[in-house]
């Protein structure tokens, strides 16, 4: 199970961090993943972490949002820095099952609603 | 970047018929990296179909996927009434997650 927090109401330019908890399973041992989608629109990725650490980000979101994990609390974060409006959404949490590239559990999600 | 298009946009069934959904990428992928996930409203998506065809746990066997290359299908044999959703389907490539737009099954 997967369950993500932090969403808010933030002024553009501003910063957020997300979390997602994870329990069933280690998230240390999983390639983890945070995916967005704006109000009424599709899935966007937007970043992963690997298990040896690596990470990888979409275009639109490089160099201001960042991933990480803390293995003791078992939790991944998405630190969301410079905020637009663009960057309004849920954002989903969701584990990489193995090696087939794919998504197969999904956290319910947190708004992050950006709005001066 | 590999763009996925999925079509149609919105199709309109009744229940107990087939449906088919389609996912064209603009380049040629690996079967092994083809997704499709359903999202009902106000939910997050669930995985249906992972290396194209192959089932996740859980999947009804009414749900099916095949295709190659450029073109992929999502068959649903016969629709029950919780099939009325949106449908993704999903690549990877290059360490990038790419996603079609959607395509929305509705009640006729």
């Known amino acids: 199970q997967l369950v993500e927090s932090g969403g808010a109401l933030v002024q553009p330019g501003g910063s957020l961090r997300l979390s997602c908890a994870a329990s069933?399973?280690?998230?240390?041992?999983?390639?983890m993943s945070w995916v967005r989608q704006a109000p009424g629109k599709g899935l966007e990725w937007v970043s992963i972490i690997y298990t040896g650490g690596s990470t990888y980000y979409a275009d639109s979101v490089k160099g201001r949002f960042t991933i990480s994990r803390d293995t003791s609390k078992n939790t991944v974060y998405l630190q969301i820095n410079s905020l637009r409006v663009e960057d309004t959404a849920v954002y989903y949490c969701a584990r990489r099952f193995g090696g087939s590239r794919v998504f197969d559990i999904w956290g319910l999600g947190t708004m992050v609603t950006v709005s001066s | 970047e590999i763009v996925l298009t999925q079509s149609p946009g919105t199709l309109s069934l009744s229940p107990g018929e087939r449906a088919t959904l389609f996912c064209r990428a603009s380049?040629?992928?690996?079967?092994?990296?083809l997704a499709w996930y359903q999202q009902r409203p106000g939910q997050a998506p669930t995985l249906l179909i992972y290396?194209?065809?192959s089932r996740a746990t859980g999947i009804p066997d009414r749900f099916s996927g095949s295709g190659s290359g450029t073109d992929f299908t999502l068959t649903i044999s016969r629709l029950e009434p919780e099939d009325f959703a949106v449908y993704y389907c999903?690549?990877?490539?290059?360490?990038?997650?790419?996603f079609g737009q959607g395509t929305k099954l509705e009640i006729k």
């Open positions: 069933g399973f280690t998230v240390s041992d999983y390639y």
């Open positions: 290396g194209a065809s």
């Open positions: 380049q040629s992928v690996s079967t092994n990296y």
């Open positions: 999903q690549h990877y490539g290059s360490s990038l997650y790419t």
